[in-house]
């Protein structure tokens, strides 16, 4: 028997309000430790607008939990994500979209990703929950890793370093995309 995987707007909203609730937060607090506006988070949390990556990881903050705790839908034991089927996300200032492939369980804490970016603005993002994030670059080239260290590398290369301060993604050449495990603390 098949089931109906929700719409990524769905799944956001239904997680957004989960989150919140269990935060037992409101909704104009919630925005303002987010640092967007009520409009703005009322709309996500009724399944329309149009979220941006910095927009989720900044509820994603606020709420403390993981980014991948608001875009993941429940998943079956068995799971296929095809080339280009994922929820994308995409960036309001770099050509950068990220690809939620699998969320690690309450207790497992970490989350696969797959980037896709493009030559062009940088990627900065802020500090967030504590861990460790890894890259493995499957194609082209790259410019990550913390903002006072970043370092440039190509396919195959590996690079490690803590989630919990500024860091950032620059691709150097055109479809650059690479893997992402984020592992929480």
């Known amino acids: 028997m098949r089931t109906e995987t929700p719409s990524p707007l769905a799944t956001i909203a239904a997680s957004l309000r989960r989150e919140r609730d269990?935060?037992?937060?409101s909704l104009t607090a919630l925005a303002r430790r987010a640092n967007i506006a009520k409009s703005t988070l009322s709309q996500?949390?009724?399944?329309?607008g149009n979220p941006s990556v910095e927009t989720l990881w900044a509820l994603a903050v606020a709420l403390d939990v993981p980014f991948s705790r608001l875009v993941e839908p429940a998943a079956p034991a068995v799971r296929i994500v095809r080339a280009g089927t994922g929820t994308r996300i995409h960036s309001d200032h770099a050509a950068f979209a990220a690809t939620l492939l699998s969320a690690g369980p309450a207790h497992v804490r970490r989350d696969l990703y797959l980037l896709e970016l493009e030559p062009g603005a940088v990627r900065d993002a802020e500090a967030h929950i504590?861990?460790?994030?890894h890259l493995v670059v499957t194609s082209g080239r790259?410019?990550?890793g913390p903002v006072a260290e970043p370092a440039e590398l190509g396919?195959?290369?590996?690079i490690a370093f803590?989630?919990?301060?500024?860091?950032?993604?620059?691709?150097?050449?055109?479809?650059?995309?690479?893997v992402l495990v984020m592992e929480h603390h």
């Open 142 to 144: 790259l410019r990550t």
């Open 44 to 48: 996500l949390e009724s399944g329309t």
């Open 130 to 133: 504590a861990g460790v994030e």
């Open 162 to 178: 803590p989630a919990d301060e500024p860091h950032r993604y620059e691709a150097l050449e055109p479809a650059t995309r690479a």
């Open 22 to 25: 269990r935060a037992g937060i």
């Open 155 to 158: 396919p195959g290369d590996y």
